[in-house]
């Protein structure tokens, strides 16, 4: 059914798992974890498409839409059912996006045009870029190194962390983003013209000499008192969770996550679900001893088994242990 979970997007009462690098797949549950549809149309006839980058439900209108960076084209799938609708051109490179209605698309976009930027793009129904006050406009490797997930939805708001010395929180309200934190990372020291490359592999390589760098909040959950994020320090392989207080900056760190009871740690999430993280939990590398902590984990667990399927785990701050 699918190789390798990219990404999950939650929508109301739906889950909505990409596939992007494997069988180039969305793949819908419920919330219950039943099976809903799944859309497979890879191929160059109507309705078709080369790859999935990105993707977004269109809530008002119940629409699945899609995007193929191959093609810089966007196609458009009932739902439930799937059945193609329309393909709407569009030639510019796009990381994310998603859809607030006909009339209001936030898209991420990380090529040059016109007005020479990179940044984020509020689109009209008919996909005609209008730029939100010049668009929250930033430099190249910022707009590079946010991808999917630092873009995201919660607790029924939208927000994007730009990814910075000095991370901006921006939250999406009356069609332009708002400043509503910043993130102090420059200790860093990054220099600034590292910020204006265009090519990830040059900036990678200047992380990963010199002494270690925190970078790219993602998965971003935000109330009235705490932001919560995770972000990467001295390299992609070390993930660690932050919680700030809103109200006077302050930031705790924390190295490593249990579910309460647990012994194993806790992976960083893929994805956010309200105030809930999600992460992917692979039966292989599980101790049944680390999921009888919870009936309902140990019969996932023990489901998953024959297949070495992953396991999708639901979670927030309550049920965490440091």
Avoid at 101 to 108: A, S
Avoid at 310 to 316: A, K, R, S
């Amino acid at each position: 059914m699918m190789s390798h979970i990219t990404d999950i997007k939650v929508y109301g009462d739906f889950i909505f798992i990409h596939d992007r690098d494997g069988t180039m797949t969305i793949t819908v549950f419920d919330t219950q974890g039943n099976f809903i549809d799944q859309l497979n149309r890879v191929g160059r006839g109507p309705g078709e498409y080369l790859d999935i980058e990105a993707f977004a439900f269109d809530i008002e209108n119940e629409n699945l839409v899609i995007y193929s960076r191959t093609s810089k084209e966007f196609h458009i799938y009932t739902f439930p059912g799937l059945d193609f609708l329309q393909t709407l051109q569009k030639g510019k490179y796009v990381i994310n996006f998603e859809i607030f209605d006909e009339d209001n698309w936030v898209v991420m976009c990380d090529e040059e045009s016109e007005y020479k930027y990179h940044g984020i793009e509020r689109w009209d129904a008919h996909l005609a870029d209008r730029p939100v006050g010049k668009v929250v406009s930033r430099f190249p490797m910022s707009v590079e190194m946010s991808l999917s997930n630092t873009m995201r939805w919660s607790n029924k708001n939208l927000f994007y962390a730009n990814p910075h010395e000095l991370t901006t929180v921006f939250q999406y309200e009356n069609e332009s983003l708002t400043p509503i934190m910043s993130i102090d990372f420059g200790k860093n020291k990054i220099p600034s013209e590292m910020w204006n490359t265009s090519y990830v592999e040059e900036f990678e390589e200047m992380l990963e000499n010199g002494s270690p760098k925190s970078f790219w909040p993602h998965n971003l959950i935000i109330n009235d008192s705490t932001l919560s994020f995770w972000y990467f320090y001295g390299g992609y392989e070390n993930e660690y969770f932050a919680i700030c207080n809103r109200n006077t900056g302050d930031c705790e760190v924390i190295s490593e996550l249990k579910l309460e009871g647990g012994k194993g740690r806790l992976p960083a999430p893929i994805s956010i679900a309200g105030d809930h993280y999600i992460s992917l939990l692979y039966t292989e590398l599980l101790d049944p001893d680390e999921v009888s902590i919870d009936e309902e984990l140990q019969k996932a667990y023990h489901e998953s088994l024959p297949a070495s399927s992953p396991i999708l785990v639901f979670f927030n701050m309550n049920q965490m242990q440091k």
